[in-house]
Antibody, heavy 124, light 107 residues
Framework: QVQLQESGPGLVRPSETLSLTCTVS??????????WSWIRQAPGKGLEWIGY????????????VNHPSLKSRVTISLDTSKNQFSLRMTSVTAADTAVYYC???????????WGQGLLVTVSS | DIQMTQSPSSLSASVGDRVTITCRAS??????LIWYQQKPGKAPKLLIY???RLQSGVPSRFSGSGSGTDFTLTINGLQPEDFATYYC?????????FGGGTKVEIK
């Protein structure tokens, strides 16, 4: 059974870098044609896709017109030795306060397996 | 970006009711539409993929329909465990986008 678990600091100061890790069990981050994604949810708000890393290492990030700076601040990477993938987001502001989820797709751009979520608060 | 609009944003229903939630895409997404259920403090759960295919383990009272720009999630015979927030998501192309959610509450 595929399981994902987010880890990282729950508090990050404004302008600093947010770094989260997703540890995967029951599957390998390099096996199969899967997308490993990060999704966030601001308190009381809806879901926002941040980006993914494909099993091959290729990435795609949200370049939404609603958040033009998001793509330039985000990096998602794989650590195959630890069977993990990570999110790095620079220059955070209070608007980045959210529950961050890692997820794996079923077969394409959908999300079947999710971590439990990690609340990250951006505050001084 | 493809905008996803859900309606209503909330609804009140009773156990046993039939509930319908709609999702409209700002452009044609064929059948690349996903439905999720989210309960408070929990990660979303995939219910329906490719607009109408039921994910394994999801009760058959859930069904999805539609193609192009207009989609529907139907719950036939609402159960106590179905009170939650439901989200649609387009999986046509990136950036992947979600609807704003529909909260199903107890009447």
């Amino acid at each position: 059974q595929v399981q994902l678990q987010e880890s990282g600091p729950g508090l990050v100061r404004p302008s600093e870098t947010l770094s989260l890790t997703c540890t995967v069990s029951g599957d390998s981050v390099t096996s199969g044609n899967y997308y490993w994604s990060w999704i966030r949810q601001a308190p009381g708000k809806g879901l926002e896709w941040i980006g993914y890393i494909y099993y091959s290492g290729s990435t795609d990030y949200n370049a939404s017109v609603n958040h033009p700076s998001l793509k330039s601040r985000v990096t998602i990477s794989l650590d195959t030795s630890k069977n993990q993938f990570s999110l790095r987001m620079t220059s955070v502001t209070a608007a980045d306060t959210a529950v961050y989820y890692c997820a794996r797709d079923r077969d394409g751009y959908n999300f079947l397996y999710w971590g439990q979520g990690l609340l990250v608060t951006v505050s001084s | 970006d493809i905008q996803m609009t859900q309606s209503p944003s909330s609804l009140s229903a009773s156990v046993g009711d039939r509930v319908t939630i709609t999702c409209r895409a700002s452009q044609n997404i064929n059948s690349y539409l996903i439905w999720y259920q989210q309960k408070p403090g929990k990660a979303p759960k995939l219910l329906i993929y490719t607009a109408s295919r039921l994910q394994s383990g999801v009760p058959s009272r859930f069904s999805g329909s539609g193609s192009g720009t207009d989609f529907t999630l139907t719950i036939n015979g609402l159960q106590p465990e179905d009170f939650a927030t439901y989200y649609c998501q387009q999986s046509y192309f990136t950036p992947l986008t979600f609807g704003g959610g529909t909260k199903v509450e107890i009447k």
